[in-house]
């Protein structure tokens, strides 16, 4: 079996591996009831990653909780957020049909009076909003891990089926394989994975998410060229096989890592 990885390939990996599990700076809560939300956050985690003091652009990521209209001071703060290009969740306590300034409308979270605020819902919203940034941070904050290892999985899903449909054939079978491996090395961060410190720790590291992805490659080929010939030569099937494959990976790795 040819391998699709060159060892050049293999070492930007790992370097990719380690880089995504370096320590992050906090998640930033500030607002009205600032205090509160951010003891939710930090529940059953390292609580010097959830601060409630600070400035925006020294943060990984800000939420601001708001009542209302944006006032003055919210406004500066997501401001400062935006222009610094650090992802920005807003919690709404009041009105939610108000518009808020500087943040998207899909990372505007509803908390309804006499509910509580809804945690899960702001996990999924962080999780979207941090990207490669939240395997990191939900390895130090429990509270974020579900949303962040479901979010993870979709967009490695997504990213090797789209790539096993669009790119052209033998030209870059390193791709789909790659973008598997960099999800499930992302699992298993959020589990509490350290960055490894020798060459022989980011072998170890990187060893597990490349062999299940080279070998679920290979498998995935061997299946294809049992198809029926019209099937064989199909971008669709190729994408669909890729999907399959990756969603069979992230539900192994995200049992093995409970």
Do not use: W
């Not at 059953?44 to 009542?67: L, N, Q, Y």
């Not at 998207?104 to 490669?132: I, N, Q, S, W, Y």
């Not at 049992?226 to 199909?234: A, F, G, I, T, W």
């Amino acid at each position: 079996m040819s391998l699709p990885l060159s060892p050049r390939q293999v070492l930007a990996f790992g370097r990719d591996s380690r880089h995504a599990r370096l320590r992050r700076p906090p998640i930033l809560v500030c607002g009205v009831l600032a205090d509160a939300l951010a003891r939710e956050l930090r529940e059953g985690g390292d609580a010097s990653f959830v601060v409630t003091a600070g400035k925006p652009a020294e943060a990984s990521a800000v939420v601001r909780i708001v009542a209302g209209a944006a006032s003055a001071e919210d406004e500066r703060v997501m401001r400062e957020a935006t222009r610094a290009l650090v992802p920005l969740v807003a919690v709404q306590t009041g009105d939610p049909d108000i518009r808020l300034p500087y943040v998207l409308a899909t990372e505007v979270v509803d908390a309804h009076p006499g509910k509580g605020f809804p945690v899960d819902e702001l996990a999924r919203a962080l999780a979207r909003a941090l990207r490669r940034d939240g395997p990191a941070l939900a390895s130090s904050l429990p509270v974020l891990r579900d949303a962040v290892e479901a979010r993870r999985a979709v967009e490695g899903t997504v990213s090797a089926g789209a790539i096993a449909m669009l790119a052209k054939a033998g030209n870059a079978p390193h791709l789909p394989v790659i973008s598997q491996a960099q999800m499930l090395s992302d699992l298993t961060t959020t589990h509490g994975a350290e960055p490894p410190e020798s060459p022989r720790a980011t072998a170890q590291t990187v060893a597990p998410p490349l062999v299940a992805s080279v070998v679920t490659s290979a498998l995935s080929k061997r299946f294809i060229e049992r198809l029926p010939v019209r099937y064989r030569r199909s971008r669709l099937v190729e994408g669909a096989v890729a999907i399959a494959a990756s969603i069979g990976l992230a539900a192994g790795f995200r049992r093995l890592g409970r």
